[in-house]
């Protein structure tokens, strides 16, 4: 009995072991970030902490805030973005609403409720904000996008219908941004081949103002973060897919659709790939946010800069 006993303890160990890397390398996955004023970066931690985790460019830690519970908590952070007097807006989907902190972290007020009326939120699962201070939140459980103004007020909502038509696209937004004109990019990315890695752009007005068809670069895994620079050009992070053989990458677009570099999350300090899910382009430096609580600094020409940890 004893050596049963001994034989399964050993089994069972090596099968922890074994399962050890990929469990750290879930819970270190950053789930969005954003660029703060005076150079500094803020970042959702992962599900079993649901803190925001702020600091400078070169990975020092400069504060953590907020917790899961009590006014302003977060139970399923997903989605960030800031506007540029440091205020952050989080979207946490399981309360589906926006919760709004000024430049000291400070809990303000919230955005959205649930539901399936006009202005209120199903399954929401991404953010933008754009020059003007108009918050744009995915409702793909209600299929479409909430537009409000920056204090929480509803101002209209778009529809699939308003656009492309296909009726179906908004229920797999995985990521959106804004772009310096006013303009709203909307990454899909689902398994039908019609809505198959694609970016709608729309208008200030809602209107569809381009579709850029993404497929024909390549790539085998999901978009999770979509960034557009101040030349309007669009950094698209393609995370890894489940098949584990894809390390991910960051696909450089430019706004009529073509590739002007493919960048992958590669570490030459120590050698391997890694899991790309969020990017930032700050003073011509690309800051890759990785799973496994790492992340690469790259000049826009492709070279390797540092890496530090999350």
């Known amino acids: 009995m004893s050596v ?40 959702i931690t992962p599900n079993d902490e649901n803190k925001i985790r702020v600091i400078d460019s070169d990975g020092m830690l400069k504060g953590d805030y907020i917790t899961e519970v009590g006014k302003g908590g977060l139970i399923m952070p997903c989605d960030m973005v800031g506007s540029p007097d440091g205020w952050l807006f989080v979207l946490d989907r399981m309360k589906a609403h926006v919760n709004v902190y000024d430049d000291k972290m400070d809990f303000q007020y919230s955005i959205g409720e649930k539901g399936s009326g006009p202005g209120q939120l199903k399954s929401p699962q991404a953010l933008a904000i754009d020059a003007y201070g108009f918050i744009y939140i995915a409702n793909d459980g209600n299929n479409r996008i909430e537009k409000f103004d920056h204090e929480g007020k509803f101002i209209a909502s778009l529809s699939p219908e308003a656009g492309e038509g296909v009726g179906t ?67 698209v992070v393609d995370s890894p897919g489940e098949s584990g053989t894809y390390p991910g990458a960051i696909w450089h677009i430019n706004k009529d659709g073509s590739l002007i570099r493919k960048y992958e999350a590669y570490d ?43």
Request: hydrophobic share 45%; aromatic share 16%; with cysteine.
């Open 268 to 310: 030459s300090d120590f050698g391997r790939y890694y899991s790309p899910v969020d990017v930032i382009v700050r003073n011509s430096r690309m800051f890759i946010f990785c799973a496994e609580k790492k992340c690469l600094v790259f000049s826009l020409d492709g070279a390797y800069l540092y890496s530090f940890g999350l």
């Open 169 to 235: 696209e908004f229920k797999y937004i995985t990521t959106m941004a804004a772009t310096p004109d006013g303009k709203l990019a909307v990454g899909v990315d689902a398994d039908d081949p019609l809505l198959r890695r694609k970016i709608f752009v729309y208008d200030r007005k809602g209107e569809l103002f381009a579709t850029l068809e993404m497929s024909k670069w390549g790539g085998q895994g999901r978009f999770s973060d979509l960034f557009i620079d101040e030349d309007n050009t669009l950094f």
């Open 4 to 43: 049963r006993i001994f034989i399964y303890t050993i089994t069972f160990l090596i099968v922890l072991t074994t399962l050890a890397p990929t469990a750290a390398a879930d819970t270190g996955d950053p789930f969005a970030a954003w660029a703060l004023p005076g150079g500094k970066f803020a970042y």
